[in-house]
């Protein structure tokens, strides 16, 4: 009992520094990625355009010199000035800045998809580099068997019960193992410089990677309800609420404005005459209003913005099958995953018992070498295939991860 809670122990801890490992990296990634760095400008840039849509129209002055003063019974105009500002219609300006935040809001969506699809692409490149690692420890512990079997070979071949042509297979197989190693640490080098490209980081800087992973006993529960919470389904839900806003903005804008505005006209006295209102100034106070008779425009725009919220419900409705159907390939894979996973752990134990017997074997003189190197290939082809189950299994999960955390 002891010894399985250790196996346990063992088991979570080796989960929890992998989570750790890999949770500071995706941090670090999310920090440096230039990516999501954009995405973040972006997003400033739309926060900074709910405060641009707070405007009015501009504000318009004139001066205006008569060259022949007209005259009128107070005196002689000289000059005109006036100013003028027009309002659009009530609430265009809050229209405009709710317009401007739904915007921006589908672009902090952006965010986390962004986020999200590095969180991935940094896992699965974690765990490729944890099975290219794992192999290679594998090849050095077979290479280091076969070590042990050519000096029991050799010492068959001085007695007589071997001859060299075993012992010369046994080095060229240990040959092809340095070989496979050799390249392993060449997809490791290329597998790394991604990694560190990943996190925006020199591609010659080592990855830590765990030295162990194991399926776990049990599979955690799926919420595939949660898969309507992914961001690439809620940036939809967004942009159809951006459009909502965009015809709230257009209903305002096809309504009248109002302009309000002021003349002053200074006057001459004239010389010849006195009386109360000689040379008095005009001030006139104006009012007007633009009226959008021909509003052909925003008729079309709102028929423009019923045609995109239709668009965007297929869009979504697209996404949603495509999500749905990428989840339940992952969900098949990661069960594909672990039963390869048990039977590859079966045939390991079996082929390790062939093993114990060829060495029993030697001790009674009547070791085949042959069948020893068929059991070590068939080894090393098991101990392979449960690196990759294990590597399959987590690079699934992730994807469920992606999908519906």
């Given at each position: 009992?002891?010894?399985?809670?250790?196996?346990?122990?063992?088991?979570?801890?080796?989960?929890?520094?992998?989570?750790?490992?890999?949770?500071?990296?995706?941090?670090?990634?999310?920090?440096?990625?230039?990516?999501?760095?954009?995405?973040?400008?972006?997003?400033?840039?739309?926060?900074?355009k709910v405060n641009e849509?707070?405007?009015?129209?501009?504000?318009?002055?004139?001066?205006?010199?008569?060259?022949?003063?007209?005259?009128?019974?107070?005196?002689?105009?000289?000059?005109?000035?006036?100013?003028?500002?027009?309002?659009?219609?009530?609430?265009?300006?809050?229209?405009?800045?709710?317009?401007?935040?739904?915007?921006?809001?589908?672009?902090?969506?952006?965010?986390?998809?962004?986020?999200?699809?590095?969180?991935?692409?940094?896992?699965?490149?974690?765990?490729?580099?944890?099975?290219?690692?794992?192999?290679?420890?594998?090849?050095?512990?077979?290479?280091?068997?076969?070590?042990?079997?050519?000096?029991?070979?050799?010492?068959?071949?001085?007695?007589?019960?071997?001859?060299?042509?075993?012992?010369?297979?046994?080095?060229?197989?240990?040959?092809?193992?340095?070989?496979?190693?050799?390249?392993?640490?060449?997809?490791?080098?290329?597998?790394?410089?991604?990694?560190?490209?990943?996190?925006?980081?020199?591609?010659?800087?080592?990855?830590?990677?765990?030295?162990?992973?194991?399926?776990?006993?049990?599979?955690?529960?799926?919420?595939?309800?949660?898969?309507?919470?992914?961001?690439?389904?809620?940036?939809?839900?967004?942009?159809?609420?951006?459009?909502?806003?965009?015809?709230?903005?257009?209903?305002?804008?096809?309504?009248?404005?109002?302009?309000?505005?002021?003349?002053?006209?200074?006057?001459?006295?004239?010389?010849?005459?006195?009386?109360?209102?000689?040379?008095?100034?005009?001030?006139?106070?104006?009012?007007?209003?633009?009226?959008?008779?021909?509003?052909?425009?925003?008729?079309?725009?709102?028929?423009?913005?019923?045609?995109?919220?239709?668009?965007?419900?297929?869009?979504?409705?697209?996404?949603?099958?495509?999500?749905?159907?990428?989840?339940?390939?992952?969900?098949?894979?990661?069960?594909?995953?672990?039963?390869?996973?048990?039977?590859?752990?079966?045939?390991?134990?079996?082929?390790?018992?062939?093993?114990?017997?060829?060495?029993?074997?030697y001790e009674t003189g009547?070791?085949?070498?042959?069948?020893?190197?068929?059991?070590?290939?068939?080894?090393?082809?098991?101990?392979?295939?449960?690196?990759?189950?294990?590597?399959?299994?987590?690079?699934?999960?992730a994807i469920i991860n992606?999908?519906?955390?």
């Open positions: 009992m002891r010894y399985i809670i250790l196996i346990i122990f063992v088991f979570f801890a080796f989960a929890e520094v992998n989570a750790q490992d890999l949770a500071s990296y995706i941090q670090e990634a999310e920090k440096n990625n230039p990516e999501i760095q954009a995405f973040e400008l972006r997003y400033n840039i739309a926060e900074e849509a707070d405007w009015l129209p501009n504000t318009e002055i004139g001066v205006g010199y008569f060259v022949s003063e007209p005259e009128t019974r107070t005196g002689a105009q000289r000059a005109r000035f006036s100013v003028k500002q027009m309002l659009p219609w009530f609430g265009t300006i809050s229209a405009r800045e709710n317009y401007a935040s739904s915007m921006a809001e589908a672009q902090f969506v952006d965010i986390a998809i962004a986020k999200r699809k590095l969180s991935l692409s940094v896992s699965q490149s974690y765990y490729k580099l944890y099975a290219i690692s794992a192999k290679q420890g594998i090849l050095d512990e077979n290479i280091e068997l076969l070590e042990t079997y050519e000096r029991l070979a050799l010492t068959s071949v001085e007695v007589g019960k071997a001859s060299a042509v075993d012992v010369l297979r046994l080095q060229i197989r240990q040959n092809e193992l340095i070989q496979q190693k050799e390249v392993l640490e060449q997809d490791y080098l290329a597998e790394q410089a991604l990694f560190n490209n990943l996190l925006n980081r020199d591609e010659n800087i080592a990855v830590e990677v765990v030295k162990q992973m194991i399926i776990p006993e049990e599979d955690v529960f799926i919420l595939t309800d949660n898969l309507q919470l992914n961001p690439e389904l809620i940036k939809y839900d967004k942009l159809y609420e951006s459009i909502e806003e965009a015809e709230l903005l257009n209903q305002k804008e096809s309504a009248p404005n109002i302009g309000f505005g002021l003349d002053y006209v200074p006057v001459s006295e004239r010389p010849d005459m006195n009386f109360s209102d000689n040379g008095k100034d005009i001030v006139m106070p104006m009012v007007s209003i633009s009226i959008p008779i021909f509003n052909n425009k925003y008729k079309s725009v709102t028929k423009q913005n019923e045609l995109k919220q239709l668009e965007i419900k297929s869009q979504k409705e697209e996404r949603l099958n495509n999500l749905e159907t990428r989840l339940a390939q992952a969900i098949y894979n990661r069960n594909t995953m672990r039963i390869k996973f048990n039977v590859q752990t079966d045939n390991l134990k079996q082929a390790n018992d062939a093993e114990e017997i060829l060495i029993k074997n009547t070791i085949d070498f042959n069948d020893v190197l068929d059991v070590q290939e068939l080894q090393l082809r098991f101990q392979i295939n449960l690196i990759e189950s294990n590597r399959g299994y987590y690079t699934e999960y992606y999908l519906t955390k």
